[in-house]
């Protein structure tokens, strides 16, 4: 028999989280939304309280939480702020290639050295005709000698102009496309490596986005991940990790503008009662709780798949990423239409959560690329 009750182990990684949420991101979040930068006070803080890369293993300074476990971490984080839960779970991001395929001494290197400087690193991906197209990467990273010489221009990269360090995915030999792609280590006070100004968003403004143009960036050899050409898959398994990270975030949020507008409802009287007690309000909730329980338990059996070793983790975390984050999207924007103009203020929340929550649809493969690599794996 399934069962799918939290241990006490799982209520104490709850209550931790929930409890930091409490105290350093929901009251600034209101200030880091205005000011669109970096939340260093609050990922500082997450250094010091044991919040910050909760996936990686203890040796690397992380608290080795599963997948599921960390499923429940980001859920808290999200409640709080998408933006500022997103500059956490973005170093995890970046550094999960690191954790699948670097060597031992790579590992040791970069774990030991953000930890120690409590700093953060970027995933560079994304090129500006290359976005969700992983095998349309242009930037190279030619080796001369004992050195890899990169070349190339990434886009939208989360938490750039924070990073101590990018893992940058580059082709290696131009003439094998995409087969050479590689992942490399890159520290951003390396000579060549231009961060762009901050890109200007619409929600999601406490977690920061730059382009980055590489010009003859030389690195060594020694800070490959893994092997040469085995960028493509390195990517596909971090994704297979982390999209159930970004839908869990936008479960947290999706919960916050559940209840706020629940809330809300119980107490707004028009027509001699509140408005909660409206068929046309209490349908809308129930729906919107129902939404909420789906994307939960989709994104929690994804988690457990990842952890139980199944064949093809990809299929179920897209299908959770998707799904949690169009649900999460539909919960947010009936929230602003049960609140009405009190939703669409800045008085409430809601009309904040709405804007973060659609970037979710978004990064790590839009919703879109979801259901090319959903439908692909059940036309096998």
């Known amino acids: 028999m399934i069962d799918l009750s939290l241990t006490s182990r799982h209520q104490e990684i709850i209550e931790k989280y929930r409890d930091f949420t409490a105290k350093y991101i929901i009251p600034v979040a209101r200030e880091n939304d205005a000011k669109?930068?970096?939340?260093?006070?609050?990922?500082?803080?997450?250094?010091?309280?044991?919040?910050?890369?909760?996936?990686?293993?203890?040796?690397?300074?992380?608290?080795?939480?599963?997948?599921?476990?960390?499923?429940?971490?980001?859920?808290?984080?999200?409640?709080?702020?998408?933006?500022?839960?997103?500059?956490?779970?973005a170093n995890t991001l970046a550094l999960t290639p690191l954790y699948v395929a670097a060597s031992e001494e790579l590992k040791k290197e970069w774990f030991g050295r953000l930890v120690e400087e409590k700093a953060v690193a970027g995933y560079c991906l994304t090129e500006p005709n290359a976005g969700s197209d992983v095998q349309g990467i242009k930037t190279t990273a030619i080796r001369k000698g004992d050195k890899y010489v990169i070349n190339g221009h990434k886009r939208f990269i989360t938490?750039?102009?924070?990073?101590?360090?990018?893992?940058?995915?580059?082709?290696?030999?131009?003439?094998?496309?995409?087969?050479?792609?590689?992942?490399?280590?890159?520290?951003?006070n390396t000579p060549g490596v231009e961060i762009k100004p901050r890109m200007q968003k619409m929600g999601q403004k406490a977690s920061v986005q730059n382009e980055i143009i590489f010009t003859d960036?030389?690195?060594?050899?020694?800070?490959?991940?893994?092997?040469?050409?085995?960028?493509?898959?390195?990517?596909?398994?971090?994704?297979?990790?982390?999209?159930?990270?970004?839908?869990?975030?936008?479960?947290?949020?999706?919960?916050?503008?559940?209840?706020?507008?629940?809330?809300?409802s119980k107490q707004r009287i028009q027509f001699g009662k509140p408005i909660a007690a409206q068929q046309a309000i209490a349908f809308m909730l129930a729906e919107m709780a129902t939404k909420l329980d789906s994307a939960r338990l989709m994104t929690w059996r994804a988690a457990w798949e990842y952890d139980s070793g199944v064949k093809n983790?990809?299929?179920?975390?897209?299908?959770?990423?998707?799904?949690?984050?169009?649900?999460?999207?539909?919960?947010?924007?009936?929230?602003?239409?049960?609140?009405?103009?009190?939703?669409?203020?800045?008085?409430?929340?809601?009309?904040?959560?709405?804007?973060?929550?659609?970037?979710?649809?978004?990064?790590?493969?839009?919703?879109?690329?979801?259901?090319?690599v959903i439908s692909k794996s059940i036309l096998k």
């Not at 203890?58 to 080795?64: A, L, P, R, S």
């Not at 938490?159 to 101590?164: C, L, R, V």
């Open 36 to 89: 669109a930068e970096f939340p260093w006070d609050v990922v500082k803080k997450a250094y010091d309280e044991g919040i910050m890369n909760g996936l990686m293993p203890k040796e690397y300074g992380g608290n080795g939480y599963n997948l599921f476990e960390g499923t429940l971490t980001s859920e808290e984080l999200g409640f709080g702020c998408i933006g500022t839960g997103i500059s956490i779970d």
């Open 159 to 188: 938490n750039a102009e924070a990073s101590t360090v990018l893992t940058v995915f580059a082709l290696t030999d131009p003439e094998r496309g995409s087969r050479s792609l590689s992942a490399i280590m890159v520290p951003t």
């Open 313 to 372: 983790p990809g299929l179920s975390s897209a299908m959770a990423k998707y799904w949690a984050t169009d649900i999460g999207m539909e919960i947010a924007t009936d929230a602003v239409q049960i609140m009405a103009g009190d939703g669409y203020s800045y008085d409430y929340d809601v009309e904040k959560i709405m804007r973060d929550v659609k970037l979710t649809q978004i990064y790590e493969g839009t919703n879109q690329v979801q259901r090319l």
């Open 217 to 264: 960036v030389e690195v060594p050899v020694t800070n490959l991940v893994g092997k040469e050409g085995l960028g493509f898959v390195i990517a596909m398994k971090t994704f297979d990790r982390t999209r159930t990270g970004v839908a869990s975030l936008a479960v947290g949020a999706s919960r916050r503008a559940f209840e706020t507008a629940r809330d809300w």
